[in-house]
């Protein structure tokens, strides 16, 4: 792995998504530059898309506020973009002749970083 002068990373915990339904959009930002990512995220058809933008934008922050010198978003490149999986939330919607049926509410921890090229 490349080693980077300025490193700066956002964390968000339990986000009411699958894993496996962010990770889905996640991979498609890895390596990109802050303003492709951004533009890709855009345009993207899906509800997590919307979560990582924000995620997005407060790991560019951090990394804004680490620096004193004034950054192009254009040479601010993902390094790292996992999700990894959360607790389950476990309902249960009552069925037929008595029975209960269990519903699985899943969530997951998102974490992205950012360096300068």
């Given at each position: 792995?490349?080693?980077?002068?300025?490193?700066?990373?956002?964390?968000t915990k339990y986000i009411r998504i699958s894993d496996y339904k962010s990770r889905r959009v996640l991979k498609q930002i890895q390596g990109k530059s802050y303003q492709e990512a951004r533009i890709i995220l855009e345009f993207m058809p899906y509800k997590a898309s919307k979560i990582i933008i924000k995620i997005l934008e407060s790991a560019l922050n951090n990394i804004l506020q680490k620096t004193t010198k004034t950054l192009e978003k254009k040479d601010i490149v993902i390094i790292e973009a996992f999700a990894n999986k959360g607790p389950i939330l476990k309902r249960f919607q009552p069925r037929a002749q008595g029975r209960a049926f269990s519903i699985h509410k899943p969530t997951c921890h998102i974490k992205i970083t950012l360096a300068i090229k």
């Open positions: 792995m490349k080693e980077y002068k300025l490193k700066a990373h956002a964390i």
